[in-house]
Structure formats: structure tokens, C-alpha cells
């Protein structure tokens, strides 16, 4: 469906070119069918170098013609972005939104029209192709809106299909997930160094064990509790670690971040109006 699909990508910085690479690569779209669009001249050249694309700094110019209408702006230059496409967007144009916090709505709002609007919560492992991107429609979008969008950020991990409401709390869950775990990489690291282990060794036997398992819980599909159990020798190591764990309340503080961002993205949203 995507192959026919012309694309503007409005914003394209960090998550708007990990996207273009990525369907780029996965031969979803031709590179003659991408425009990326931002305000600054050299990294223009950089994306047309690089990928191939048509790249421009006029926005409007962007969007005339495209299918799909990526809008990848930080959330506060938003308001300034949709107003400036308001005259430009054509209602039969499927607008996709990564921006944190956005509704669905709020952008329909803005743009003054009934534009069929998905919105992607991507995170950063989708620059190296394992992100994890919920995707919810609003009013006016259907499910072949839905796929389309879908199917982009499929190119770049796996994605997960939520209503609108849950937005927020996949913010707080996949969104802003890498960040938790790059703090448990790095506290196993510590705890290796402190036993002795150089810090690089640490480093790439820490990073690799979050990798493996990880792997493990989505290649077998098993319960983690269960690949818990399976590991947990009766009187071993591991089991005098879980003990530990749950004295200091690891569970808990997890499932604590998870709610406090979620609440946080709530907040944020509020105030966006
Ligand atoms: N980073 C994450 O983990 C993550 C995860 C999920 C969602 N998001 C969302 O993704 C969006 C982009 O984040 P990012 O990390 O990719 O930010 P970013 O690298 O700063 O990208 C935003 C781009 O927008 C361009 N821009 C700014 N004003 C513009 C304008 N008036 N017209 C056209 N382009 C304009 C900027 O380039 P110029 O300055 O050259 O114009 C910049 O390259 C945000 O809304 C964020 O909420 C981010």
C-alpha cells in the first residue's frame, strides 16, 4: 500500500530521519517519493546527500501533493508548524504525529480541518531498528489510515495499535523505557566494576545481558516469571540476588516511573490545551 505513497516529513530531525532511513532501506517508498522539511539549509543537503530525498525549508511546498504528512516538531513549534500548513493541507491527506503529548484533536484543531490524524509514540532504539512505536487514530482516521502509519514505523521496530487514551501511559512505559534501562545497564556496570570486572568488560557484559534476555522473553514468548524460575538454582546465586531485589523494592520502583511519566505526559498534554 506505502509503494504508491508520496511522503513529506515535516520536522526532520533525530526520530523524522531514523524513520526515512528506515523505510528507505526497508524499499517501502522510492526516495523520489520522500520531501523532509526543516529550517536549516545544511542539514537539507545532509538528508538529500545521504538518502536521495527532495528536501526543502518552504513547509508548504512540502506537504502540496504528499499522501502522508509526517509531523516530527518538537511539541512547542507545533502550534506555529500546523497553523503554517493550515492553508496548504488538503483533508484527503493522512497526517501522522510523533509529537509527545499532542492529541489527535488538538492538531485537527489547529490545522482547522477534519484530517484523518494518527498519532506514533516511537522511541530512540528505532535508530538502530529495535524501536518499540503504540499508534492510536483519532475521529477521522480509519483502519487503512492506520495501517499506512503503521506499516512506516514497522520499517524501524515493532508497533502496537492502542486507542488515544492510553497514549500517555506508553509514553511513560516504551517511550521513555530506553532511559530506565540505560540506568540499569549502567548500575550492573558498577556493580561489575566494584567486584573487580574493568569498567568496558562491565559495560558490554551489562548491555548485552539486558539484550539477551530481553531477546529471550520476545523469541520464546514465554512469561519472564517463568524464564525467572527456570534460572533461579534452589540455594544458587541468582535466587540470593532476587532476594536482594525485592528487599529494595526493584518491582515497585519500576512500576513507580512508569506511573510518574505517565502522569507527567498527562500534565504536559493538559497544558498543550
Ligand atoms: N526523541 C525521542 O525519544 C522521541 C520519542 C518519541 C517522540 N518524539 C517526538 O518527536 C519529535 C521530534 O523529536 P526529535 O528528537 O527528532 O527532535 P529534533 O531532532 O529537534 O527534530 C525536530 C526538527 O524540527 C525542525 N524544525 C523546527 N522548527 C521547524 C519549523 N518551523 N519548520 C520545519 N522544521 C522545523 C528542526 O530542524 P531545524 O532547526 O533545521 O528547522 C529539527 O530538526 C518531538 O515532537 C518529540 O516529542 C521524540
Known amino acids: 500500500m506505502l509503494s504508491k505513497k508520496k511522503i513529506a516529513v515535516v520536522g526532520a530531525g533525530h526520530i523524522a530521519t531514523a524513520l526515512v532511513g528506515g523505510i528507505l532501506k526497508a524499499k517501502l517508498v522510492e526516495p523520489k ?24 525549508s518552504d513547509n508548504r511546498k512540502a506537504v502540496k501533493d504528499a499522501d502522508i504528512v509526517v509531523v516530527a516538531v518538537k511539541p512547542q513549534q507545533a502550534a506555529a508548524v500546523l497553523e503554517e500548513l493550515a492553508s496548504s493541507v488538503t483533508e484527503d491527506q493522512l497526517i501522522v504525529s510523533v509529537m509527545a503529548g499532542l492529541t ?13 490524524v494518527v498519532r506514533a509514540m516511537p522511541n530512540t532504539p528505532m535508530l538502530v531498528d529495535a524501536g518499540a512505536t503504540p499508534l492510536a487514530k483519532g475521529a477521522h482516521a480509519g483502519d487503512e489510515d492506520l495501517e499506512l502509519a503503521r506499516q512506516l514505523f514497522a520499517a524501524v521496530g515493532t508497533t502496537e ?3 488515544e487514551s492510553l497514549m500517555d501511559a506508553v509514553t511513560g512505559l516504551s517511550g521513555s523505557g530506553p532511559v530506565y534501562i540505560y540506568m540499569v545497564i549502567e548500575a550492573l556496570t558498577d556493580g561489575g566494576v566494584k567486584m573487580g570486572i574493568p569498567r568496558a568488560t562491565a559495560r558490554r557484559l551489562a548491555a548485552q545481558t539486558v539484550f539477551g534476555a530481553a531477546k529471550l522473553v520476545i523469541d520464546t514468548g514465554k512469561h519472564p516469571a517463568i524464564l525467572k524460575d527456570e534460572v533461579t538454582t534452589p540455594g544458587g546465586t541468582a535466587i540470593a540476588a532476587v532476594h536482594e531485589l525485592e528487599a529494595k523494592g526493584l518491582r515497585n520502583v519500576l512500576i513507580d516511573a512508569v506511573v510518574t511519566a505517565t502522569k507527567r505526559s498527562e500534565e504536559l498534554s493538559k497544558a498543550a490545551g
Not at 517519493?33 to 530525498?53: N, Q, Y
Not at 489527535?104 to 484523518?116: D, E, F, H, Q, V
Open 161 to 163: 495499535i492502542v486507542p
Open 104 to 116: 489527535t484533536s488538538w492538531i485537527n484543531r489547529k490545522l482547522g480541518k477534519a484530517n484523518p
Open 33 to 56: 517519493s520522500v520531501t523532509a522539511a526543516r529550517r536549516s539549509p545544511e542539514a537539507l543537503e545532509e538528508l538529500k546527500k545521504r538518502f536521495g530525498i527532495h528536501v526543502t
